[in-house]
């Protein structure tokens, strides 16, 4: 016998009408949070291949207190974790704060996450608050009535496991075939195209990379590494640490996009790959055997990378307020990085209080220590690895060689590995 209750309560419809207008006339909006900041290249690929422009996909700006207080008041649900209470304020700008209305707001339940570490790590999980965010979110945009109705807006939070690439064409086929009018192929393709554009921007950003450590070798320059979570990179989450520091001259490095190339890796990790101690460059087993999340995996593996790389000479460690992925992931990483005499500075619980002030302060004492050490460190690290370096050996008209996607060890060291 059927019960009208489950049905009401569990029962999926609609928010507003199915969009039936041209798809290039279709504008959508994505809240530009949590791992949003990592993935967003996959999501412009994906949706203008589908035909829609990309005029028309419009992200909501930084996190900041403004944008709370004009569109997120009211709305808001109850969680410990500030990045998934600020998507309220996305939300509402997406639907409030546009002068042309948009038509679909789409924000992903993200499970999975392509990640360089993936084959290598047991596997690459979102935070499971993280992944849960929209479904938390929309509940304040519903209490009092369908908010998104009202606005004649249609929401789609689509369950999507990034990081299982053959997955993903249908889950998102499941989630837009009603609103947009796909079918499986096109969706498929689609789908190729998303994965295609977040691969030429990580390999653009990468390529960027290895050009800042390259310059630090030529002129012997420490530099610092970032270890966070890609909505670290928001302002209004990470406080634009990273910009304040490198207004001192020292560049800055995020480990999301710290260069994979071959020869990089076969110098930092090569006597390990040889001497048995790792089975890839990627390998975070001898230092974090529950390998499962996808940021952590990535911060572990940024800490072992920080620890060898002579020129990154201080790891700015970055995370929210009682965030419970990160806290056990604070000792580990701190004993990787100074076991070699880098400096080790970690922001811990951000957003407990307004942390201007003292911001302020550690970054002016973060400043300090690198002009009192980089170049002992520098000359110490240099000592420990095999020479040549092949940032400066490496000719400037042949790329360097990349590592396979599927395997992640360079040709050279794959039968040592």
Known sequence: MPIPMWRRWFGSKPSAPTLHKNRAAIRVGIPKVLNIWSTHQFWLGFLTALGIRPSNIVFSSDTSEEQYREFGKGWGTVDCCYPVKSISGHYGELLFGQKVKIDLL???????????????????????????????????????????????????????????????????????????????????????????????????????????????????????????????????????????????????????????????????????????????????????????????????????VATRCPWITCVVHLSSYECGMDQPTYTPVQKIVEASGTLYFKFGDLDATKPAGGVKIRVQTIVHYLRKYSQTLIARKLAWLPGPCPLLTASEDSSPQRVEADSGIPARTAVAG
């Open 106 to 304: 789409l924000s992903p339940m993200i499970y999975s996450l392509p990640s360089f570490l993936q084959g290598h790590v047991i596997d690459t999980l979102s935070c499971p608050r993280v992944m849960a965010a929209p479904e938390n979110i929309k509940s304040g945009f519903l209490k009092e009535r369908d908010t998104f109705a009202a606005t004649g807006v249609h929401y789609v939070s689509p369950l999507v496991s990034l990081g299982e690439p053959q997955l993903v064409p249908g889950q998102l086929y499941k989630a837009l075939r009603d609103v947009l009018g796909l079918d499986k192929q096109e969706t498929a393709r689609a789908v190729a195209q998303g994965y295609a554009s977040l691969e030429a921007f990580n390999r653009k950003m990468r390529a960027h990379a290895r050009e800042i450590l390259t310059w630090c070798a030529r002129e012997q320059h420490p530099c610092l590494l970032m270890l966070g979570r890609p909505y670290h990179m928001d302002p209004g989450i990470g406080h634009e640490i990273d910009v304040d520091l490198q207004a001192h001259g020292y560049p800055v490095l995020w480990i999301q996009y710290f260069p994979c190339d071959a020869d990089v890796l076969e110098w930092l990790f090569g006597a390990e790959l040889r001497a048995g101690q790792i089975r890839s460059p990627f390998d975070i087993s001898d230092v974090w055997s529950s390998s499962y999340s996808s940021n952590t995996n990535e911060i572990l593996w940024g800490a072992k």
